[in-house]
Nanobody, 111 residues
């Protein structure tokens, strides 16, 4: 069973920062994106990064969030700055190969 290990979530005040990490067991599973699901809402796209390094972001996070990866560690990151209460959600990472999802990690932003 493939497992993606997520870390870095927590509770922060508005304007603060967090960095989420998502580690895959091996390089075969390339982590290519982050999604989130707020309470009572549908899961939505947040950010993606292609094998070529091209990045895309949801309009709601552009200029505040940055997706990156470290291929030597089979790990992807989501740097979240200037956090807003509306960023409160469970965040999930996803692989390009095998469509594997992380367990989800809670991010809570207080006013």
């Amino acid at each position: 069973q493939v497992q993606l290990v997520e870390s870095g979530g927590g509770l922060v005040q508005a304007g603060g920062s967090l960095r989420l990490s998502c580690a895959a067991p091996e390089s075969t599973y390339r982590i290519n994106g982050w999604y989130r699901q707020a309470p009572g809402k549908q899961r939505e796209f947040v950010a993606s990064i292609s094998v070529f390094g091209r990045t895309n972001y949801a309009d709601s996070v552009k200029g505040r969030f940055t997706i990156s990866r470290d291929n030597t560690k089979n790990t992807a990151y989501l740097q979240m700055n200037s956090l807003k209460p509306e960023d409160t959600a469970v965040y999930y990472c996803n692989t390009a190969t095998g469509n594997i999802w992380g367990q989800g990690i809670q991010v809570t932003v207080s006013s």
